[in-house]
Nanobody, 119 residues
Framework: QVQLVESGGGLVQPGGSLRLSCAASGFAFSSYAMSWYRQAPGKERELVAGITSAGGSTNYADSVKGRFTISRDNAKNTVYLQMNSLKPEDTAVYYC????????????WGQGTQVTVSS
């Protein structure tokens, strides 16, 4: 049974930090690229950050560059998103995503974790 379980969301003041975790099980985690997406109320889901299967390459949305860092631990089947200097516009539900293109494509989603940035 494939599972992606996000944790670490919550309420934080502007300028604060949070670290999201996504624990994976039921598939070959180290063979999948991992990403974090977010969806704010009334908006489309957008890509926040991605990391390749071995962790050698990352990419970020322009809106989070320099503030967010994605990383992974293949020994623990976990991907992380360190979020610093949070802004109210970062408020959204954050989703973990796993994708394998070959053979595939195969994609899995987590259930999401709420991040609220407010004073």
């Amino acid at each position: 049974q494939v599972q992606l379980v996000e944790s670490g969301g919550g309420l934080v003041q502007p300028g604060g930090s949070l670290r999201l975790s996504c624990a994976a099980s039921g598939f070959a985690f180290s063979s999948y690229a991992m990403s974090w997406y977010r969806q704010a109320p009334g908006k489309e889901r957008e890509l926040v950050a991605g990391i390749t299967s071995a962790g050698g390459s990352t990419n970020y949305a322009d809106s989070v560059k320099g503030r967010f860092t994605i990383s992974r631990d293949n020994a623990k089947n976990t991907v992380y998103l360190q979020m610093n200097s949070l802004k109210p516009e970062d408020t959204a539900v954050y989703y973990c995503n796993a994708i394998r293109l070959v053979p595939g494509p195969v994609r899995y989603w987590g259930q999401g974790t709420q991040v609220t940035v407010s004073s």
